[in-house]
């Protein structure tokens, strides 16, 4: 039983001593080690994979080429695309793994991209609806069932329930920002004139009225692919508006 006993144990030390380690490159966002890599290359080629969940391969290409921050004026009615980023640093690592661990690019993109459960609850309060609660989680409906077994919307919530409202959120965000110049109107003001000569209850138009029109530039920030900020950059006034005028009587016959 020992001979037996120590030879297996030979064995496993010796299975421990031969394992093969493989040079790897860890990928940490913050103090969270999220995916490891096979080749330093292939972490431009993981970050070019985020982006481009939000971006087409040439409007990130354009970003790669604009070295120099001068860029040509915008033309009207163009958007172009003027930067991209992650909205956290990816820190890299270089360290012996087992090869069992290492990931493909694709695998460690959908890896930042799901991000982790972070567990949650709601407690539910006077006046609470399954709509209300879904939208403050940024929930549909439909997923708030789906966390909460039982659960259908024709429930009745009581006050202290305890809902599951545990959503995936993603390691980082992609951030594009944009630059667009169109043509938009100007809205003319609607001005009323008195006139004590014409009779009261008597109107007459002395100008129609017509929209001006503006070139206005915009800076557009998307946050995965969401909107979250339009700022004005420029305006330039194409056409004044008209203002519409009309003219009412005042005068009252005793």
């Known amino acids: 039983f020992t001979v037996d006993t120590n030879e ?20 940490q966002v913050g103090d969270t080690a999220v995916a490891t890599l096979k080749a330093k290359e292939e972490i431009e080629a993981v970050t070019d994979g985020l982006k ?36 956290e640093d990816i820190v890299t690592e270089e360290l012996l793994v087992d090869p069992a661990e290492i990931v493909s690019v694709e695998q460690a993109v959908q890896t930042l991209q799901t991000g982790a459960a972070q567990k949650e609850t709601y407690s539910v309060k006077a006046g609470d609806v399954l709509g209300s609660i879904a939208r403050s989680h940024s929930l549909t409906t439909a997923q708030l069932l789906e966390l909460n077994p039982g659960l259908t919307a024709t429930s009745v919530l009581q006050i202290g329930q305890q809902l599951n409202v545990t959503v995936e959120k993603p390691f980082l965000s992609v951030k594009a920002v944009h630059e667009k110049k169109i043509v938009e109107t100007i809205d003319f003001e609607k001005i009323v004139e008195e006139d004590p000569t014409m009779l009261k209850g008597e109107k007459v138009v002395k100008q129609e009225g017509a929209v001006g029109k503006k070139e206005v530039t915009y800076v557009i920030t998307e946050e995965n692919g969401v909107r979250t900020e339009r700022v004005q950059t420029a305006e330039n006034i194409l056409v004044e508006p008209e203002n519409r005028i009309v003219i009412v009587g005042t005068k009252v016959i005793p």
């Not at 001593?17 to 490159?25: E, F, R």
């Not at 087409?56 to 980023?85: F, W």
Request: proline share 2%; no cysteine; glycine share 0%.
């Open 8 to 27: 297996a144990q030979a064995t496993k030390d010796l299975q421990q001593a031969i394992t093969v380690q493989a040079k790897a490159y860890s990928l």
């Open 52 to 87: 481009l969940q939000f971006v087409t391969q040439n409007q990130l290409q354009k970003v790669k080429n604009n070295t120099d921050s001068s860029l040509p004026a915008l033309q009207k009615n163009e958007t172009r695309i003027i930067d991209i980023e992650l909205s």
